[in-house]
Nanobody, 119 residues
Framework: QVQLVESGGGLVQPGGSLRLSCAGS????????MSWYRQAPGKERELVAR????????NYADSVKGRFTISRDNSKNTMYLQMNSLRPEDTAVYFC????????????WGQGTQVTVSS
């Protein structure tokens, strides 16, 4: 049974930092591209950052470049998102996603963790 469990969300003031974690189980973590998405109220879900299985290359949404850092530890089946210089517009539910390249049916989601940036 595949599971993705996010943690680390919460309430933070503008300019603050949070670190999200996503623990995976039930699949071979290193075979998957791992991504963070977010969805704000009334908006579509958007890609925040991705770490590919090939050489661990990363890419980011323009809105978070230079502020967020995605990383993964395949030995722990865990992915992270370090979020610095947080802004109110970063407020959203953050979701973990696992996608096996070339296999569209192997696409899994976590339940999400709320991040609220407010003073």
């Amino acid at each position: 049974q595949v599971q993705l469990v996010e943690s680390g969300g919460g309430l933070v003031q503008p300019g603050g930092s949070l670190r999200l974690s996503c623990a995976g189980s039930g699949f071979t973590f290193s075979n998957y591209d791992m991504s963070w998405y977010r969805q704000a109220p009334g908006k579509e879900r958007e890609l925040v950052a991705r770490s590919t299985r090939f050489l661990g290359s990363t890419n980011y949404a323009d809105s978070v470049k230079g502020r967020f850092t995605i990383s993964r530890d395949n030995s722990k089946n865990t992915m992270y998102l370090q979020m610095n210089s947080l802004r109110p517009e970063d407020t959203a539910v953050y979701f973990c996603n696992a996608q096996r390249p070339g296999f569209s049916t192997y696409n899994y989601w976590g339940q999400g963790t709320q991040v609220t940036v407010s003073s």
